[in-house]
C-alpha cells in the first residue's frame, strides 16, 4: 500500500506541510502523530534569532523534508529558490510552486510549465503544485514531472474539492502519482480525495491550524488509510431509488385476517 | 570597503571579505549547515564560499529552511 | 469516546447491518472488522432449509444484535414484530421501521410516530429509522425514543448525505445520540456523517455489498474514527479566500537587480 | 383435525396439536430457540406453547430472526 | 401553458406572498409585475389603526388573495383559522400550513395531514405547505388536497432547493399539481424548480425583501417562464466528456509541411 | 441594458453558437428565437456540395458573426485561422480556442495566451475561451483580449458551472465582460451564470441538440434576462435559520381556553 | 356588565351587547366587509353576529387579511 | 504541370493556374465571397489571387465559414 514516487517508497499516503504551527514542538508532535515520511519546509532568509533546526526536529520525527518554493512569482525565482534548496538541504526533490495571485496564491500556469521544464532538466525530481486544469497536469508530466498536485481549493481556504470533475480527470489522465494538494478543511475531505483515485494527499492549515492539530493529524491519518481501503474495496453504484438490505421473502402477515 | 546588500539589509563589508564571513554574519549556524547562498540571484555553491569576494552593490541571500508549504 | 445508548456502552460508533451478505461467513468476517458491537437483524418465517444461526455467528464475532421491523407499513404490524423480536431474541431494544412507500422505503411519518409511542409504552428501547425531518426528529424524541436515526438517503441507494442542512438542524436540538442511518456509499459519506456531529453512523449496503465487504468493514471503522476524531480536533474554517501556509516575510529577493 | 395457515401455508393439525409441535414441524431448532410465534397477529409467550392450541383458520407465524437492515 | 388547480385556470405559474413588502404599494408594484393571478395573505387580528385594504389593493392588481394559515401549530388552530378565512374573504381555497417548530417553521407532518384529512371533508380545497417528504406529499395527495406544495429550504432562508432528489420524486409521484413553496432565493432556483417539474412556484422573501422587489418580481415571472420551457423544450443530457460543437471534418491543415 | 464589448453594443446578453442544428433553417429559427445579435461560426474547407451560406442566413436572421478557431491545437494554427476568418467574413473578431486535449475539448493555457498576444499584436479583438482559471483569466486580459470566456465545464457537456467559487473570482477581478462559454445544459445554468454577474452567455449544444431547439432557445432568452434582472434587484441572504413571511404579531388565540 | 376577551385585551361590555357591535369597536371596517369571528375558538357566522351576544369570560377573536406568507 | 495539395486532396494544376482558378475549382461559390485561403500555412489576401501561381508541393487551403462553436 506505498506510494513510490520516482523510485522512492513512502509507506505514508500523506505529506504534511509544515507552515502554521504555533511552534515547532506542536509541529513535531501532529508530524509524528500524521504517520507522515515527508513534510514540506520554506525557503526563507536567516533569522539569527530563530531557535532550533525545523531539519533536525523533522528527523526526529522521522520524516524527511520536501522543500518547497512557496513566495515565487516567477519560473526564474522558483528555479533559483529549488537551486538554493538543493544545495542547503542536499536533496534534488522540490515542490514546486509559481503562484499568479496573492490573493488566491492560485499556481501561474505558465510560469509554472516553464519552471517545471527548467528543474526537470536541471536533473530535480519535481512535484508541481498545479490547479486543477486536466491539461496543464498533462503537460506538466509530459515535462518529466515525478507527480502532479493539483489543488482541491486555495491555499489554506479548508474548501475541501471544489472541482470533483477536474480531479477525477487528472487521475483518469495521469501516469505519475497525483497528490492532492491545498483545500482540504477536515478528514472527510482527504477521505474523498483518495476515493477518488489520487495517491496522496499533502496538508497543512487543516492540521497546523485546527484547534488541536494533533488530534487532527491523527484523524488526517485515519481519514487517508479510510479512503485509500475504501476505493480498493469497491463502493457500490449511487441508485437512485432504494434497495432493500432486508429481505422481502418471508415476511410475516400480521395484519388482523378481517 | 565594499558596500553589498544581505538580505535586503545594506552592509559595509572589508573588501577581502568571503561568503563564509558574510554567512557567519547573517546569523547561520556555524559551518553554514542547511544554509545556501544566493549572489544576484546565482547560487553560489558552499565550496565557493571561502573564495568568494563581493562586489560593490551585489545583493546576497542567505536562505535557509523554515516551516512552509 | 464510547457511546452510551439508554444507559448501555457501545465501544464502537458504527453499528452494521446485516442484510446483503453473500453468506454468513462473509458477513462474520466483515462484523468483525468494522469493530462493531451491534448488528441489525430482520425477523422472518422460519426456513426448514436455513444453514446456521445468525444470533450464534454473530456473537462468536463479538457483536450482539438489534433486531429491526423492517417490512413493516403500519405501526401495528411494527409493533407485533418488535413484540416477537423480543419475545425470539430476549432484548427489548429494536430498530423500528414503518415504511411507507416500496419504491423508495422511506418512512411512513404518522406510524413511525404512533409505533414509537406504542413501544415506548411497552418497555422498548426504540431506535427509530426516521427521515431528515427535523420536526419529526424532536417528536420522535419527545415520545422517549433513545436515539433518533435519520437517514443520508434512501436505503441501499449509496447517494450519502443529500441535505446536509436538516442533518445539522436534528444534530444541534437532538438530547438523545443521532445516528445516521441509510444511504452511506462509501467511506467519506460516513466520516462526513460524523464530522457534522452524528453520535453513529449506522450502515449495510455500503460494505455487504462493496466488491470486497472485509475491505470496506475495515475502510468504514477507519472513517467512523476519522470523523469523530477530526470533529473534536476543530476544523478550520472555510475561507473564500486563501491563507499562506509558508511565511510572507524573509523571502528572498533573487530577480536580477536591473 | 384443524384447518389452519402456518407461515402461508394452509395445514391440517390434529385438534390437540399445541403451538410447541406448530414450531417444531415449522421447521425451527429444537426447543424453539431464537423463535417467536404469533397468532393471528398477536404474540404468544414461549410459556404458553406447550398449552396452546389452535381454532379453525387460526393463522400461525413463526419467525426468527435473519440478515437483515 | 396555464396551470389548473381544483378546476381553476391560472395564468400563471407564480402564486406571490405578500409577506415581507414595506408597504402596500410596493406589494402591488410587485404583485403587478409578477404577473401573478393569485396571493397569499395571512389572518390576523383587526388592527385599527391599519391603512388600506389589502384584498382591494391586489384585486387592483389582477390578483385574487389566496388565505393562509401561517402562525398554526396545531391541526385544530389551522382548521379554525381556514374557516375564518372562509368567513372572512369569501374563498374555499386555503394555503395549509401547521407548523412544528419555531425556528425553522418547518411543518409539523402529523398535525398537517390531520388538518388535511378535517378541511378536505368540510368541502376545502386545500393546498399543503409540505417538507419535502415524497411520503408525506403522497399522504396529503391521498387525503384530497387539491396539490402538494413541498418546500425547497425553510420559509425565508433564500437556500433555494436543498434536496433535488426528494423533489424529484414528489414531482414523478403527485397526481396533482406540485407547487414549490419556500427558500427560493434568487431567479435561478425558481427556474431549477419548474425544470425539475414543478407546476408551480410560491414565493414570498425573495421578491418582497430584495433590494429592487419589483425588479425582482420581473425577474422572476422570467425565471418560471425559462424554466417551464426549458422542461417543455427537452434539454441535452448530461456527458461526462465533451462534445464538439464545431465539426470535425473539414479542418484546415495549417502546420508547417515540415 | 445592453452589453458593450470592444466599443460596440449588443442589445442581447446570449450569444448563439451555431454548430450541432440539423439544418440552416432550424438554426435560423432558434437563432430568430433567441434574440442574439451574435452566432459564432467555425471556419472549414469549402465543401462544393454545401447548400446555402449560413453567413447569409445568420444576417436574415438578424445576427451578425462571429469565427472561431475551434479544432486548433496551436497557437500557430489558430492565429492563422482567425487571420483566415477575417479574410473571409470582413471582421476582426474572433472567439479564439486553442484546445489542449480533444476529450475534453478544454483549452491549453499557454497555447492560448501566446495566441491572444498575437492577436492583440495583429488588431484583432479577441474573445478567448478559457478554462476557469482566475490567473489565466487575468493574463488574457493583460494580454489585451476584449473580454473573456471561461466555461462552465466542457464543451457540449450540458453539466452547467462545475466550479462556482473560481467563476465568482473571475467575474470579481475582470475589468473586461465575462462570457460563460461552454457547459450550459439548461435554462437554469444561464440564468445561474447572470446572477453570478457574468456579462453575457454564450451556447450552442444546449439549444442546438435540445430536443425542441426553437423553444430551448427562447427559454435561454428568457433565462438569461432572468438572471441579469435577478442581479440588479438585489437577492436576499442566505439565511440558515427560517424568517416568518406572515407577521408573527396579531395571532389569532384559538385554542380551547381550558 | 359582562367581562369578556377582545383580540386578547380584557373589555367590559353591557350585558346585552351583540357581535356586530363588537366587531366595530374591534376597529373592523363599517359591516365588517373582509372580517370573522370566533368566540372561544368557533366560527360564528356572520349572519349570527345581529342576534349573538357574550358570556362572561368568553374571548372573541376579530380577524382579517394582512400581508402574509 | 504542378502538382499540389489543395483541401487535403493531391492535384495537378497547370503551371500558371492562379488562385483565383483554385478557389473556383475547390467548389467556393462565384467570386469566392465568404472564402480565404492559405497557402502552406499562410494567408494569401484576395487582392492576390488573381496573380498568384503555385510551386510544385505547396498546401493550399481554402476556407469557409459554416456552422460551429
Known amino acids: 500500500?506505498?506510494?513510490?514516487?520516482?523510485?522512492?517508497t513512502l509507506q505514508s499516503r500523506l505529506i504534511m506541510g509544515t507552515g502554521g504551527f504555533r511552534n515547532l514542538e506542536v509541529m513535531a508532535a501532529a508530524v509524528e502523530a500524521s504517520g507522515a515520511d515527508l513534510a514540506t519546509v520554506a525557503m526563507r532568509r536567516v533569522d539569527p534569532g530563530a531557535r532550533g533546526s525545523i531539519v533536525e526536529v523533522l528527523e526526529e520525527a522521522g520524516c524527511e523534508v520536501l522543500p518547497n518554493t512557496a513566495g515565487c512569482y516567477t519560473a526564474r525565482d522558483a528555479v533559483t529558490t529549488a537551486q538554493l534548496a538543493r544545495e542547503a538541504l542536499e536533496t534534488d526533490w522540490v515542490k514546486l510552486e509559481v503562484i499568479g495571485d496573492d490573493r488566491t496564491l492560485?499556481?501561474?500556469?505558465?510560469?509554472?510549465?516553464?519552471?517545471?521544464?527548467?528543474?526537470?532538466?536541471?536533473?530535480?525530481?519535481?512535484?508541481p503544485y498545479t490547479n486543477d486544469d486536466p491539461v496543464l497536469a498533462r503537460r506538466l508530466e509530459d515535462a518529466g514531472c515525478a507527480a502532479v498536485m493539483p489543488l482541491g481549493s486555495p491555499i489554506g481556504s479548508g474548501m475541501g474539492i471544489n472541482n470533483l470533475y477536474n480531479l477525477r480527470l487528472i487521475v483518469d489522465a495521469a501516469e505519475v502519482p497525483v497528490i492532492l494538494d491545498a483545500g482540504i478543511g477536515t478528514a472527510s475531505d482527504a477521505t474523498l480525495a483518495m476515493e477518488l483515485g489520487c495517491d496522496g494527499v499533502l496538508l497543512a492549515s487543516s492540521v497546523s491550524r485546527a484547534e488541536d492539530p494533533v488530534a487532527m493529524a491523527r484523524a488526517m491519518r485515519?481519514?487517508?488509510?479510510?479512503?485509500l481501503q475504501a476505493r480498493r474495496a469497491g463502493r457500490i453504484p449511487r441508485r437512485l431509488h432504494a434497495r432493500a438490505s432486508s429481505p422481502e421473502e418471508g415476511v410475516a402477515e400480521l395484519a388482523d385476517p378481517a | 570597503m565594499t558596500e553589498v546588500v544581505i538580505n535586503g539589509?545594506?552592509?559595509?563589508l572589508p573588501a577581502d571579505a568571503t561568503l563564509d564571513l558574510v554567512v557567519r554574519e547573517a546569523g547561520a549556524p556555524e559551518g553554514g549547515r542547511g544554509v545556501a547562498v544566493a549572489v544576484d540571484g546565482?547560487?553560489?555553491?558552499?565550496?565557493?564560499?571561502?573564495?568568494?569576494?563581493?562586489?560593490?552593490?551585489?545583493?546576497?541571500?542567505?536562505?535557509?529552511?523554515?516551516?512552509?508549504?
Chains 1, 3, 5, 6 share one sequence.
Open chain 1, 1 to 8: 500500500m506505498a506510494l513510490e514516487i520516482a523510485g522512492r
Open chain 1, 106 to 127: 492560485l499556481p501561474d500556469p505558465a510560469e509554472l510549465l516553464e519552471a517545471a521544464e527548467a528543474l526537470v532538466s536541471d536533473g530535480f525530481v519535481v512535484l
Open chain 1, 222 to 227: 485515519l481519514a487517508v488509510e479510510a479512503g
Open chain 2, 9 to 12: 539589509w545594506p552592509r559595509r
Open chain 2, 42 to 69: 546565482e547560487v553560489v555553491p558552499r565550496a565557493e564560499w571561502p573564495s568568494r569576494t563581493l562586489a560593490e552593490g551585489q545583493r546576497v541571500e542567505v536562505l535557509t529552511a523554515v516551516q512552509g508549504g
